[in-house]
């Protein structure tokens, strides 16, 4: 058990739908991470979040967002779904980082949220 | 932008095995890790290596940083079905985010 818990662990939705994908971090953990993880693409960086602050941004669809709340826990929203969508959404957290700057620390990640869109 | 390449990229071997794992890119890095995700769930921390030249070893496992840090190789002393998972390089982006490979995906038949 990592400490982060993912819900919901899996959604089945349509084309043109709105998803919501909730992450709670290890407790004490500042930073939290979403990644997409296709069979095609693998572990995708999308977000990065510190303290309630956007951190870094990788490969993130418009239609996608996210946000950190005060007592950390973290939703990715998914709007407008499309097929491509369809995938294994990773939260991961970590703490202890140099203004959410990684330096060699680890990554805990949660179970994942598999999401598929038809 | 700095490019991970795994290989191979898939590998199915017979129990007690031996087996070697790469990590290859054209860049320079401070560190890098090794990540193993297991079926059904998240990728889990192996090791970390910082030094060119390091090795580390982790029970069966044996890691090696090369010595321009550019590169880094698993090797498995005969594997076991435990071992089947999907292993992951990963650097850290310029944003200081964490990067990863594609992997190498890995299975040991009993």
């Known amino acids: 058990d990592s400490g982060v818990t993912q819900t919901p662990k899996h959604l089945i939705t349509a084309t043109g739908q709105r998803v919501t994908l909730r992450c709670s971090p290890r407790s004490g953990d500042l930073s939290v991470y979403w990644y997409q993880q296709s069979l095609d693409q693998g572990l995708q960086f999308l977000i990065q979040y510190y303290n309630g602050e956007e951190r870094a941004k990788g490969n993130i669809l418009e239609r996608f967002s996210a946000q950190q709340f005060p007592d950390l826990h973290s939703e990715l929203n998914l709007s407008s779904l499309e097929l491509g969508d369809s995938a294994l959404y990773f939260c991961a957290s970590s703490g202890g980082l140099a203004g959410g700057r990684w330096v060699s620390g680890e990554l805990f990640f949660g179970e994942g949220s598999r999401l598929t869109v038809l | 932008t700095q490019l991970l390449e795994q290989s191979p990229q898939f590998l199915s071997i017979q129990e007690g095995e031996n087996l070697t794992v790469y990590c290859n890119s054209s860049s320079v890095f401070s560190s890098l890790q090794w990540y193993r995700q297991e079926p059904g769930e998240g990728p889990v921390l192996l090791v970390t290596?910082?030094?060119?030249?390091e090795v580390k070893k982790l029970k069966r496992l044996t890691f090696q940083f090369g010595d321009a840090r550019k590169d880094s190789s698993l090797h498995i002393t005969a594997a076991q079905p435990g071992d089947t998972g999907l292993y992951l390089c990963v650097y850290g982006g310029s944003q200081g985010n964490l990067i990863f490979g594609k992997g190498t995906k890995l299975s040991v038949k009993p």
């Open positions: 290596v910082v030094t060119g030249g």
